[in-house]
Structures are given as C-alpha cells and as structure tokens.
C-alpha cells in the first residue's frame, strides 16, 4: 500500500533537515578554523595588522618615509682646527656627504644661539657648531663658551618644538680630517631620519656665505 502524498512530502522534510544542519556545522567549523589561520599568522604580520587598524581608529598620521629626503646642514666650524680638519678631509681625497655647507668662523665660542636660529629659519634641516678640542682654542676658552651658547640654544630649539637631534657640537682637530668625515656622515644620516625641519620655509635657499648671518652677527656682539 502507498502512502499517501502529504505524509511522504512531511518524510522528506525531515530527511533534509539533518543534512541542513549538517552543511551549517560544516559552515562553522570553516569559519572558525579561518579565524584560527589568522592567529597563527606570523608576529610580524600581527603587528603589521594591528598597527593599521590602531592607526585607523586613531586617525594617527604616520611619518612618510625618509628615502629621498636630502637634508641640508650647516656647519660652523672655527678657523684655526675644524676648518682646517675638513680641508684635511678634502685633501686626503676621503669620501663623505656632501649635504651640507660650511660657514668660516673665528672661533667656536663665536656661535651665537642667533647663528643657529637664524640657519634653521633660511632652511636649514641640521646644524653643526665644531671647534678645537679642549686646551687648544686659539682663545683660551672660545670652546667652553661654545658650550654654554650651546646649552643655550638647545633650551630654545625645544620652546619652539625642533627636535635635539638636529643641532650638534664637536671637537675636530686640524689633523682630523676622518672625524670630520664620520661626524658629517653620522649627522646627515641622523637629520634624514629626523625628515625635514617644521621651520625651513618652503622655498628655501641655503646660505652660502657667512654674510647671510651679518645682521644676526650684530645683534650678538
Ligand atoms: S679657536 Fe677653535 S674653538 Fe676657539
């Protein structure tokens, strides 16, 4: 006997239904081990994951990268030792940045925290003040003067928000030609890192002369 035709369609419902469960668990169970995938990704993909989506949340916006950034530096340097170490350099035929330009004074001590404001505000990213070491400045204690300007300019870099990096004093004797390469070298390398400076002006030009800070030069006698 067959039987009949709204029982049979009700069977065949309740065939299906655990085959539809079924394919659901199987959903799941693909889903989940996806997820588990995930977590297993390597640290360096985590990280790389987690600092996009904090970076997302947070509308923090990340420094460009530095690649083809050239900073421009200006070096004081004192006429009786550093002066002559970078002619040392010259003359030894070493191989060093050229990203920067030098600026002749009589002594290290002579660097006023004017000189160095005055560079950053004509465009420059970086500057160096370099004098003769301890005991052998041509004015006794031009250098630890240079100390003190230093210090000085140091406190007023920060109220205007430019980082410490980006000024730098050193001892380079005349004999030292490959301080002064390594000491070019280690700064350009340090201002490409730190980008450009917040106080270059857009279109900006730097100073080729010492005449460039001859108004500056007054104010700090
Ligand atoms: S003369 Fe060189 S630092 Fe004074």
Redesign the pocket.
């Known amino acids: 006997m067959t039987p009949p035709k709204g029982k049979s369609a009700a069977a065949e419902a309740e065939t299906k239904a655990p085959a539809k469960k079924a394919k659901a668990r199987k959903k799941g169970a693909a889903t989940a081990s996806a997820k588990a995938t995930a977590q297993k990704a390597p640290p360096a993909r985590r990280a790389r994951a987690k600092k996009a989506a904090s970076a997302q949340g947070t509308r923090r916006v990340e420094k460009p990268a530095r690649e083809g950034f050239i900073p421009r530096i200006v070096v004081f340097a004192?006429?009786?030792?550093?002066y002559a170490g970078a002619d040392t350099a010259g003359v030894s035929r070493i191989q060093y940045s050229p990203h920067f330009r030098i600026i002749r004074v009589?002594?290290?001590?002579?660097v006023h925290p004017a000189f160095i404001l005055r560079a950053f505000e004509l465009g420059a990213d970086g500057v160096l003040v370099?004098?003769?070491h301890f005991g052998?400045?041509?004015?006794?204690f031009?250098?630890e003067?240079?100390v003190e300007q230093f210090e000085k300019t140091k406190a007023l870099l920060k109220i205007l928000g430019v980082e410490e990096g980006r000024i730098r004093l050193e001892?380079i004797s005349a004999a030292e030609g490959v301080k002064f390469a390594r000491v070019i070298d280690e700064f350009v390398e340090q201002v490409r890192a730190l980008g450009p400076s917040k106080l270059a002006p857009p279109e900006r030009e730097l100073p080729q002369k010492a005449e460039a800070f001859a108004d500056v030069a007054a104010l700090a006698k």
């Open positions: 004192c006429n009786w030792c550093s009589m002594c290290s001590g002579r370099s004098g003769c052998d400045c041509h004015y006794i031009g250098n003067r240079a001892w």
